[in-house]
């Protein structure tokens, strides 16, 4: 027997008649147990169902001799929460309520309990009962004299029923709790919980404020999905239902006007009788996550994937790469961007970076990829679908399509870029060094000149090789000091004499010999080692200034060159200061050669930069002028004192006319700006002529003098005629 029933087992019974005798007979037939087993058998033959069994069944009798006192009974077993299952209600009752009467206002106060009428006169039909009644199915009628086995029988089936109806109201009780604390627990949780069947018509769905659809139970769950998840979802539904396993998914619905949530998903199925009848499915909010996925994976500027992604993209195109398939790699860099940065302040330069991942975007096919590197620097995975020669014409495409002038708040931008192209038909190559090689092609294609692209080939790989050596190498010269400083004069035609001279560093590596600027400075000055070997040629420069200086050779200048690099480090000023103290040199003595493009990388700090060096005492001169892109304004607020003509002017004149109408057009400009000329790479007389015609300040050149030891220049400074007066 249950739990629940056990509950009511003790039932209850009020006798309501205003005979004592009735009362003594329902004592006799219900009360006492030992009278029980005739009735107990037979009733065991009659329901065979365990509940039923009146065996366990004590009866607890009480009595009323009115209607009133009943009602009173009845009202106060209610209050006492032992509740009456049935009562015997005599027909005639004078002088109080008839029995009629007395089930009415019982059944006010109790619905449940059942009611049998006992009358011995037929004083009212069952019809005229039920009218004054109503139907009821809790009423009996029972005419006396009482038959006892009729009477035991009735008493335990009503009894019995009006147990079995207390419980399942508390079983239902029960189940209502248990379920709302469910509810409460499922819509508590952040996820969406939902069971669907196989067309996605929701039949469950809890509610929380954080709810990702917009669909309720009767709704169609696949309404939400964005339509390009559609029907991967139906599929794995259907698989679910199919296979019947629990199967996971990731897809985005839309919640609301333009917005879109990202849910994980596991669907699980739900059985009946060995049957998928239905799918739960359990999504979680992941939308906060894939925001971040997305920063992790793309350009915030342009929106375009990151390097991260590239790469990752490179990589799963490897994996999948047929043997007859083929793809390119092409990295792009804009060429001179900072000076677009400097002249037209960074939000145009965002703006500029915006429209060419646009115009690149075009060009971009599916199951490609355009991605931004990091600044000025994109990327392109292309398919290559014929034969090389197709990328070749493409990367061609793409240096004129980013060739063409744009127009930007008003400004004209004339735009260029350098690209770097790798192919790639090999899938067992590696991401990093099919991107390294690509960066060297690049490299290539900048050095050679930008506006270009070039394809990478064994010999760039080569040269990267090589410069990562000489790195390593530099390292240990400047630590074994392997470097030395040659001198190339500079001879004064105003006073015809040697004025100064210009230190050019010079490596004494210990197995190459004497190594040549041109092959290491563009290495250190992409490692960051410049610094140090700048401070080295200052400190050796200086040291020389001081040396001539004691030998009386007071007038002798010396410029350093000096890199964008050390320019822009702000300790440059401290170096400078620190090494003038160390050496006891003259600081006036001291110049520092700035290449004109170094300065024009950022215009604004170097005019700063160059105050500050300059009221400490030095000189500063343009070195390489004309190969840059100087701007006259700026000139006009650089604190220089010099500009030296790049030797490419000076190399075809008197003869090229064109150059010879450069050369003169400087001079005339620099003077009028109060600044000297120097004239670099001087070979030959008739370039000496020219120069002096027109007027042209120093010159420096092989004609006049190569680059030489310490030793040496000091020994000809020593001599008083040089260069010899007949030269010049
Ligand atoms: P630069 O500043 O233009 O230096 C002048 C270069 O022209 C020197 O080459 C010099 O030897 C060469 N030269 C001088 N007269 C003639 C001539 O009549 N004909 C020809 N064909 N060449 C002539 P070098 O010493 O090989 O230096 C090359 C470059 O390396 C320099 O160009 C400079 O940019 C850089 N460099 C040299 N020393 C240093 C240094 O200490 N620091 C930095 N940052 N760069 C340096
Ligand atoms: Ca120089
Ligand atoms: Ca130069």
């Excluded at 109806?165 to 409460?184: A, F, G, N, P």
């Excluded at 009848?277 to 920063?295: E, F, G, P």
């Excluded at 290491?520 to 992409?526: G, K, T, V, Y």
């Excluded at 008197?654 to 070979?683: C, N, S, T, W, Y």
Aim: charged letters at 30%.
């Amino acid at each position: 027997m249950s739990q629940v029933m056990k509950e009511f087992e003790n039932r209850r019974i009020l006798i309501i008649d205003d005979d004592t005798r009735i009362h003594e007979d329902f004592r006799k037939i219900l009360g006492e147990k030992d009278n029980q087993s005739e009735y107990d058998e037979l009733e065991a033959k009659l329901f065979s169902d365990d509940a039923l069994n009146t065996g366990s069944i004590v009866y607890e009798l009480d009595s009323a001799y009115q209607g009133e006192e009943g009602y009173e009974k009845v009202l106060a077993a209610n209050k006492e929460k032992r509740p009456y299952a049935m009562a015997f209600v005599d027909m005639r009752m004078p002088p109080g309520w008839d029995g009629l009467e007395t089930i009415k206002r019982i059944w006010v106060i109790d619905s449940q309990i059942q009611l049998v009428i006992c009358t011995a006169y037929s004083d009212y039909s069952w019809n005229e009962v039920l009218y004054h009644l109503g139907a009821s199915d809790r009423l009996i009628i029972l005419k006396k004299p009482f038959d006892m086995v009729e009477v035991q029988q009735l008493t335990t089936a009503l009894t019995t029923k009006w147990s079995l109806s207390r419980e399942s109201v508390s079983r239902l009780h029960q189940i209502e709790e248990s379920e709302e604390k469910y509810r409460t627990v499922v819509d508590s949780v952040e996820d969406t919980i939902m069971t669907i069947d196989k067309d996605g018509k929701i039949l469950f769905v809890n509610h929380n404020p954080w709810h990702m659809i917009n669909q309720a139970v009767g709704g169609n769950y696949y309404v939400d999905i964005k339509d390009e998840y559609r029907e991967k979802v139906m599929q794995t539904v259907k698989d679910v239902f199919d296979k019947g396993e629990q199967k996971c998914i990731e897809y985005a619905t839309s919640t609301g006007k333009n917005s879109t949530a990202w849910s994980e998903g596991r669907i699980t199925p739900y059985y009946k009788n060995n049957e998928v009848v239905a799918a739960t499915l359990v999504s979680s909010d992941i939308s906060a996550r894939k925001a971040l996925d997305w920063q992790l994976r793309h350009d915030e500027l342009t929106g375009l994937s990151n390097r991260a992604q590239f790469s990752t993209y490179v990589e799963s195109c490897l994996k999948n790469k047929r043997p007859e398939d083929k793809f390119a790699i092409l990295f792009i860099d804009l060429d001179h961007f900072n000076l677009i940065n400097d002249c037209f302040g960074h939000e145009l330069g965002d703006k500029l970076l915006v429209k060419i991942a646009r115009i690149l975007n075009k060009k971009i096919e599916k199951n490609e990829m355009l991605a931004r590197l990091g600044g000025d620097e994109f990327a392109i995975l292309k398919n290559v679908n014929t034969g090389d020669s197709d990328i070749h014409k493409y990367a061609e495409s793409l240096t004129d399509l980013l060739k063409q002038p744009l127009t930007i708040d008003g400004f004209d931008i004339y735009p260029s870029a350098s690209i770097g192209v790798v192919i790639v038909s090999d899938a067992s190559a590696v991401v990093t060094s099919l991107m390294q090689d690509a960066d060297a092609a690049l490299y290539h294609a900048k050095s050679r000149g930008r506006n270009r692209y070039e394809c990478f080939d064994q010999a760039m790989r080569d040269e990267v090789v090589k410069r990562v050596n000489v790195g390593n190498e530099l390292r240990q010269a400047i630590e074994g000091d392997q470097f030395e400083a040659y001198f190339q004069p500079l001879t004064n035609l105003v006073e015809g004499k040697v004025s100064g001279f210009e230190a050019l560093i010079r490596w004494n590596h210990p197995e190459k010999g004497l190594v040549c600027p041109d092959e290491f400075i563009p290495i250190a000055e992409e490692t960051g080692l410049i610094f140090s070997v700048t401070r080295k040629m200052l400190m050796m420069v200086c040291c020389q200034l001081k040396k001539w200086k004691d030998l009386g050779l007071k007038d002798i200048s010396i410029s350093v060159n000096c890199s964008a690099r050390d320019f822009n480090e702000q300790k440059m000023q401290g170096i400078i200061e620190e090494t003038i103290n160390k050496t006891g040199a003259d600081i006036t003595k001291l110049e520092l050669e700035l290449t004109e493009s170094s300065i024009m990388d950022d215009a604004e700090s170097s005019v700063e930069s160059m105050r500050i060096l300059t009221d400490m005492g030095l000189n500063i001169s343009i070195d390489d002028f004309g190969t840059g892109y100087s701007s006259f304004s700026y000139i006009k607020q650089f604190s220089i004192d010099k500009l030296k003509i790049d030797r490419t002017f000076i190399k075809d004149t008197p003869v090229d006319q064109d150059d010879v109408a450069i050369v003169e057009a400087i001079i005339a400009m620099a003077h009028r700006l109060k600044l000297k000329v120097v004239a670099e790479g001087v070979e030959t007389n008739e370039q000496l002529e020219f120069l002096k015609n027109a007027k042209c300040d120093v010159i420096q050149g092989y004609f006049l003098g190569k680059p030489m030891s310490a030793d040496e220049a000091t020994k000809r400074l020593q001599e008083n005629n040089w260069p010899n007066q007949d030269l010049i």
